[in-house]
Structure formats: C-alpha cells, structure tokens
C-alpha cells in the first residue's frame, strides 16, 4: 500500500536548468508534506516542507508546489547545480500522528 | 550544530543473534523513531517513542523489535533473533513535533545491519 508515490527513479538536468521532481499520495489525511535529500551512506536531511493548507513554499532555490485535488505534489530546483545530485525523497505526515511516511525516492542526477 | 548520532556504523551478525542499535537523538526532542531502508528500496516508518511508550509503529514492527529508552539520552532498537531479511540500514530520527511544528525529523547517519 503505497501512501506516497515517486513515480521517476531517476531524473538527469544540465547544471543550470531547472530540476521537477514529482510525488503522488493518496492519503487525505496528511497535512505536511516534505522533501528530504540523501547522499550514499547518509541520513536524509530536510529540505522543504509544505502544510496542507497551503499551495507553495519557497526557499532559496527550492520550491514545493501542492495540488490537493490532485493530490500532487512537486518540488522545483532553480537552477540544478551539481551539488544537488542525490536521492530525494517525498515524505509526509497524518494529522493522526508524528511518524513520516516516505516515497522510494527519485534520483537526480546534475551534469555541468 | 545539534544532531543525531547512532552507533554502531556497521555492524555484522550471525542469523538467530540478537542486535542492539544505539542512537542519542537532539537532547530538546520529544519524539523518537526508527526507520529502516533496505538495500534499493525505499525509507520505511518501524516505530515512534513519546513519552516512555511506543506512541505509533508499523506492521514491520513484530514481536521481535523493542525499544527502549534507558535513560535521559539513549534511545535503542533490540533485534531479538535476526533474520536475513534484517539486513538494511536503520536510521534513528527525532523530532520536536506537535501542534504547528512542521514535521521536520531530524535523521542520525544509519547503523548498517548485516545479517550473515
């Protein structure tokens, strides 16, 4: 039963361009939504996160963009540098709790 | 820089032995987690801690996982009788959460757990 949903394994952008990484969920009963970046042999580590009453949250070059009626989210990277190659991973929590549930991940790949 | 730190990095073991993972989550957090990821495939939830108790946990988390929190700074994950299957890197996470606190977990680097 998949909650969360990272439907791209992998996503290759030339450094400069922009990076859309996208996560699916079904569960109405999330109300945070979070991206997490993870290096080989590391924790993951926050990103950007995004409450359910909102649609956007921007952060430096980071931005997270939420369709509640589509359930959909997407994390935008303006512009992709090559330090941002790793693994990024859709989480996101149930009002009726703390735990954070996670998508498989998508990994982007930043060519110079 | 406050952060999580586990022990062992890696640690090797014999199929029906028993494991101790150990983690000392950000000393103001009130929640504490284990997640597990297998080799390739994708960061799973196994249980939270608030408050001395297992406040929610997973179908992965059977009768052969404990938690425990022996004192102000540990917080362990027990193995009673790995399995093969076991073998994937455990991540401890805490986080202050609640109210209007955005969900943010705080990750420790993972003990790699090896099941021989």
């Known amino acids: 039963d998949q909650q969360v949903k990272q439907n791209s394994p992998s996503l290759s952008v030339q450094e400069g361009r922009i990076s859309i990484l996208n996560c699916d969920y079904t569960n109405s009963m999330f109300d945070y939504f979070l991206w997490y970046k993870k290096y080989p042999a590391e924790g993951p580590t926050f990103l950007i996160s995004i409450s359910s009453i909102k649609d956007k949250n921007e952060d430096g070059r980071f931005t997270v963009f939420l369709n509640k009626s589509a359930k959909h989210l997407s994390l935008h990277i303006v512009p992709s540098q090559p330090g941002d190659s790793a693994v990024y991973f859709c989480a996101a929590r149930n009002q009726a709790g703390t735990a954070l549930i996670f998508g498989k991940g998508t990994t982007l790949s930043v060519s110079s | ?116």
């Not at chain 2, 957090?29 to 960061?43: A, E, N, P």
């Not at chain 2, 992965?60 to 093969?84: A, C, M, W």
């Not at chain 2, 455990?90 to 757990?113: D, H, I, K, P």
Request: charged share 20%; net charge negative.
């Open chain 2, 1 to 116: 820089e406050p952060e999580v730190t586990q022990t062992p990095s890696h640690q090797v073991t014999q199929m029906g032995q028993e494991v101790i993972l150990r983690c000392v989550p950000i000393s103001n957090h009130l929640y504490f987690y284990w997640y597990r990821q297998i080799l390739g495939q994708k960061v799973e939830f196994l249980v939270s801690f608030y408050n001395n108790e297992i406040s929610e946990k997973s179908e992965i988390f059977d009768d052969q996982f404990s938690v425990e929190r022996p004192d102000g700074s540990n917080f362990t994950l027990k193995i009673r009788s790995t399995k093969l299957e076991d073998s994937a890197m455990y991540f401890c996470a805490s986080g202050l959460a609640g109210g209007t606190n955005t969900g943010e977990l705080f990750f420790g680097e993972g003990s790699r757990l090896t099941v021989l």
